[in-house]
């Protein structure tokens, strides 16, 4: 099974000012990384798959990278939509698809 | 439009079983793979099964498998899973979850629905 650690469990910015979320794979996933958003009491959104391509009406702010064991998302320009806990997940090698533990972005 | 639908959460004592149930329109059902994905209360989310458009694959999470089997009926554009041997730590909300290649992202979710296994 692919464990999916995230880093930092908890991210501390203000409204304007950007974000990095860190996603780490304990083997290579390629490319076949995807990340959530997800808000209280709502599901997850998807906001990028394929490691760097933003979903159906993502905002251009949100960014990803990485390749193999190393991943990033970037929320460039914060607003106060963007509070929220976000989720990396991988589909290289399942079952299972496995999920990290989340990121939570606070004001 | 996209629409998923879960229901048939609520509350059941362990080792009772339930049947979830997702109503799925806007799209072609049959083309596309589904996942079950829950998340605890106040956990992250975890992969619970997949099936594939056809209904002839069919994959679960360890911690589910030989307890929960996962059908569809194309016919019925409905997805579902049925649980058996239900324990304490099987409760959360359970999401009905679109694959559009039946082994990649989740691109559609529905809004989920709770399952408390409490005696």
């Known amino acids: 099974e692919i464990v999916m650690t995230q880093s930092p469990a908890t991210l501390s910015v203000s409204p304007g000012e950007s974000a990095t979320v860190s996603c780490r794979a304990s083997?290579?996933?390629?490319?076949?990384l995807a990340w959530y958003q997800q808000k209280p009491g709502q599901p997850p959104r998807l906001l990028i798959y394929?490691?760097?391509t933003r979903a159906t009406d993502i905002p251009a702010r949100f960014s990803g990278g990485g390749s193999g064991t190393e991943f990033t998302l970037t929320i460039s320009s914060l607003q106060s939509e963007d509070f929220a806990v976000y989720y990396c997940?991988?589909?290289?090698?399942?079952?299972?698809?496995?999920f990290g533990p989340g990121t939570k972005v606070e004001i | 439009q996209v629409h998923l639908v879960e229901s048939g959460g609520g509350v059941v004592q362990p080792g009772g079983s339930l049947r979830l149930s997702c109503a799925a329109s806007?799209?072609?059902?049959?083309?596309?793979?589904m996942h079950w994905v829950r998340q605890a209360p106040g956990k992250g989310l975890e992969w619970v099964a997949l099936?594939?458009?056809?209904?002839?694959?069919?994959y679960y999470a360890d911690s589910v498998k030989g307890r929960f089997t996962i059908s569809r009926d194309n016919s019925k554009n409905t997805l579902y899973l049925q649980m058996y041997s239900l324990r304490v730590e099987d409760t959360a909300v359970y999401y009905c979850?679109?694959?559009?290649?039946?082994?990649?992202?989740?691109?559609?979710w529905g809004q989920g629905t709770l399952v408390t296994v409490s005696s």
């Open positions: 979850v679109r694959d559009p290649y039946s082994s990649s992202w989740y691109e559609h």
């Open positions: 806007g799209f072609t059902f049959s083309r596309y793979g």
């Open positions: 099936i594939w458009n056809d209904g002839r694959s069919k």
């Open positions: 083997q290579s996933v390629g490319s076949n």
């Open positions: 394929g490691a760097s």
């Open positions: 997940q991988q589909y290289d090698n399942w079952p299972p698809f496995t």
